[in-house]
Nanobody
Framework: QVQLVESGGGLVQPGGSLRLSCATS????????MGWYRQAPGQQRELVGI???????NYADSVKGRFTISGDVAKNTVYLQMNSLKPEDTAVYYC?????????????????WGQGTQVTVSS
């Protein structure tokens, strides 16, 4: 059973920074990818960014240049460093891990989620 535990959320002023952590029960590069999603009230969950098992990263346009995903293999932890935060970044942030399994010649993807951590950007 995969466990993902997020921490680091809170209240921050516009222009401030926060670092979220996602601790896993497995080696972070045993997953095909790990990532961060967020969901604001009344809106759908959206991708913030991912890090693949090769170490490459991709980000949503809205956070490029401000957010950075990194991983610490020794600690089985993935981080989301958020700088220059804006009020529109306010949301519950979820950690995700994805694993692909070959079944009958095709890939079946399994997604695992953390419980979420609230980030509020407000003066």
């Amino acid at each position: 059973q995969v466990q993902l535990v997020e921490s680091g959320g809170g209240l921050v002023q516009p222009g401030g920074s926060l670092r979220l952590s996602c601790a896993t029960s497995r080696n972070i590069f045993s997953f095909n990818s790990m990532g961060w999603y967020r969901q604001a009230p009344g809106q759908q969950r959206e991708l913030v960014g991912i890090i693949t098992d090769t170490g490459s990263t991709n980000y949503a346009d809205s956070v490029k240049g401000r957010f950075t995903i990194s991983g610490d293999v020794a600690k089985n932890t993935v981080y989301l460093q958020m700088n220059s935060l804006k009020p529109e970044d306010t949301a519950v942030y979820y950690c995700n891990a994805r694993v692909g399994t070959v079944v009958g010649g095709s890939i079946r993807w399994s997604d695992y989620w953390g419980q979420g951590t609230q980030v509020t950007v407000s003066s």
